[in-house]
């Protein structure tokens, strides 16, 4: 199957970069002022109890080493003990990323949803009241700085109206979480056939989801706005309409899917800059995600923990990238061929 | 002989950064039913714009301030959007230059045709792609059942004028329109196109508007010719007659710079100057600039066209024609 062999051939060609990240940020870690050593011996410790530790945790071997052994583990699946919370970092990204990808996803599909039309309907209709109202919204979204815009929906949703609840995680304490097979609650739940916890979760994550997704709103809408205003210009669109094709027709089967490859490739961007953004956002929500934990671990110099955290990322980059570009070939005939 | 199409007294404007610019003046054009009415011009005559008038395909920038297209006893520039698609596609199609960039890149070309088969009539899901099939048949595509699921890019450019033609012709329009559509294919490829154009035109009793700007290509395949300079028609004439004898210097300057099997290329003669901008205020004859035959009438207001007293159906619009 060609489809297959794409997919094998792109995860072989993302090895050394996935290689140079655990490098990078290897060195990375160890060069950033703190000693994990120090932190770990406490404050009482004197100068021979820190050695021990130092020795214990392996970080008087020389970097050479250290990275090797590191290396040895992560091909092993090992990806090292957090020392902060003193659990398998595997064990900890996996609890928390899906909490961070559920948050995520259901904020750039919120961002889509609104964005798209109101992408095509600025194109269609330029300097028109809609076009304008996008342009504001647009605007309006990239200047709010996240936590901000999390503050704002915070103050006004739950404080002042009493319509969300409390911004405190991903359900109340009297909720159980769905037993899990993806990890989302949303999905979990509906797959338990639980409607009271996914009303419950849904009512916790839309806060969030939605600051999120009014971030991601602006790049989305304007390049949809930007694609579709030269697609409709093309020769094509000029060839529909002397047809007698309906304007649905023009619009959708012929536009959009020729504008939505342009939009796809900002989508990709979108979604990596909601992922640095979720960290943020995570914090004003009290989210149990992958952003507020690698934070945490950053200020502990819980290297195993940081590194873990970047390799997360990384492969979900990976992956991401990868699905777009499988995207690509299902619209674009042309990109399936040069495959 | 019965008009199909008659463009009379239509005049174009487009809105720019550089002030009006007055595309078209005043022009007319008729084409009978099954005749072919070349249109013939430089660059920048208004050629092109006054097909996309037709069609009511212009750029939103463009002002029609009066004019009148009718077609089949309906005016075109009056027609809502609705009543207009019900015509585009059906009763008058169009083809276009650069066949590659006018077909959906990423939309198999069978698909296309049956968009447009869907659209203007009731088609049943299976019947849908046997007359897609006929429609690639009829213009002569090899092996139309392969080519039913190629993609554009998968074509060449004579191919993907071909399936131009079948969307265009798929649902047996009276008249279609073919903006240069030899431009951008190599000489054998133009041929057989313009071939088949009159071979099919010819099976369906199809009229056609053949925009150009080869007069040899037009004198070949048209019943009639206008002749365009400037946004101006300035002559229009049966072929026969106005290769006989051209009544407008610009007609006659056009020939003279026309290479035929005859004619040595140095022989060749270019019409002095050049369209004049648009956007400026403009002489009554637009060509007056450019013409060796320019007197002091020739800027009087007032109608110009006249016909020719010894052929018929033969016009020009010149105060001190040849």
Redesign the interface.
Same mark, same amino acid.
């Given at each position: 199957m060609a489809g297959l062999a794409t997919i094998a051939k792109r995860l072989l060609e993302a090895l050394p970069t996935l290689f140079g990240v655990i490098l990078v940020t290897f060195v990375l870690t160890r060069a950033l002022p703190g000693d994990p050593a120090v932190y770990y011996a406490g404050p009482a410790a004197d100068a021979e109890s820190i050695a021990q530790v130092r020795h214990a945790m392996g970080l008087d071997r020389s970097l050479p080493v250290q990275f090797a052994s590191y290396v040895k583990g992560l091909a092993a699946g090992d990806w090292g003990v957090s020392l902060s919370t003193g659990r398998d970092v595997t064990e900890e990204l996996g609890r928390r990323l899906p909490a961070s990808l559920e948050l995520t996803l259901l904020g750039l599909l919120i961002a889509i949803v609104v964005a798209i039309p109101l992408g095509v309907l600025a194109a269609t209709r330029p300097n028109s009241l809609v076009d304008h109202i996008c342009r504001i919204i647009v605007t309006t979204g990239v200047s709010m700085p996240v936590f901000f815009t999390g503050l704002l929906l915070v103050y006004v949703f739950y404080y002042q109206l009493g319509w969300a609840p409390a911004p405190l995680g991903r359900l109340d304490f009297m909720y159980i979480a769905p037993d899990r097979v993806t990890g989302l609650y949303l999905v979990d739940s509906l797959i338990a056939g639980d409607f009271e916890v996914f009303r419950a979760s849904l009512a916790h994550i839309f806060l969030p989801a939605l600051t999120l997704g009014i971030f991601a709103l602006a790049p989305i809408a304007r390049m949809t706005r930007a694609a579709m205003l030269d697609v409709l210009s %093309?020769?094509?669109i +000029? &060839?529909?309409?002397? %047809?007698?094709?309906?304007?649905r &027709?023009v619009l959708f &089967?012929?536009a959009l +899917?020729?504008a939505l490859?342009s939009v796809l490739t900002t989508l990709g961007m979108v979604f990596s800059f909601l992922l640095g953004a979720n960290v943020l956002v995570e914090k004003v929500f009290s989210w149990p995600g992958i952003g507020s934990f690698a934070i945490d671990a950053l200020v502990a110099s819980d290297y195993a923990a940081v590194q873990g955290f970047v390799l997360a990322m990384a492969l979900l980059f990976v992956t991401l990238n990868l699905t777009i570009d499988l995207l690509y070939a299902v619209?674009?005939?042309?990109i399936r061929?040069a495959n | 002989m019965s008009a199909l199409l008659e463009v009379s007294d239509l005049s174009v404007e487009f809105r720019s950064r550089a002030g009006t610019v007055h595309v078209l003046d005043r022009i007319a054009l008729s084409v009978a039913r099954g005749e072919t009415l070349a249109v013939v011009g430089e660059s920048g005559s208004g050629k092109s714009v006054a097909a996309f008038s037709i *069609?009511? !395909?212009l750029d939103d920038a463009a002002r029609i301030p009066n004019g009148r297209v009718d077609f089949g006893g309906m005016d075109l520039l009056k027609a809502k959007?609705r009543e207009?698609?019900? $015509? #585009?596609? #059906?009763e008058m199609? *169009?083809i276009?230059q650069?066949p590659r960039?006018?077909?959906?890149? !990423? #939309?198999?070309v069978g698909h296309q045709i049956e968009? $447009?088969l869907r #659209?203007?009539g009731p088609v049943a899901r299976g019947d849908a792609k046997r007359r897609a099939i006929e429609a690639l048949e009829q213009v002569r595509i090899p092996d139309p059942g392969r080519r039913y699921d190629a993609?554009p890019?998968?074509l060449s450019g004579g191919l993907c004028q071909r399936v *131009?033609i079948a !969307?265009?012709l798929c649902c047996k329009p009276r008249l279609l329109i073919a903006d240069e559509p030899t431009t951008g294919l190599d000489v054998t490829t133009q041929a057989t196109i313009m071939d088949l154009l009159a071979e099919l035109g010819r099976e369906t009793g199809l009229a056609t508007l053949l925009i150009t700007h080869d007069l040899a290509l037009a004198s070949q395949y048209a019943d009639r010719i206008a002749v365009m300079h400037a946004g101006q028609v300035v002559e229009t004439a049966p072929t026969a007659s106005l290769f006989a004898a051209p009544r407008h210097p610009y007609t006659a300057g056009l020939m003279g710079a026309t290479p035929t099997s005859t004619t040595a290329l140095d022989a060749l003669e270019s019409v002095p100057g050049r369209i004049p901008p648009l956007n400026a205020d403009l002489p009554v004859c637009r060509f007056a600039e450019r013409c060796s035959r320019r007197v002091a009438e020739c800027d009087d207001p007032g109608p110009r066209f006249d016909a020719d007293a010894q052929a018929p159906d033969h016009y020009f619009a010149c105060r001190r024609p040849l």
């Open positions: %093309s020769d094509y +000029r &060839t529909a309409r002397a %047809s007698g094709l309906a304007m &027709t &089967t012929y +899917r020729n490859l619209i674009d005939p042309r061929a | *069609m009511g !395909i959007r207009l698609d019900e $015509v #585009r596609g #059906r199609a *169009m276009f650069s960039t006018a077909l959906n890149p !990423i #939309r198999k968009d $447009v #659209r203007h993609y890019f998968e *131009m !969307i265009a």
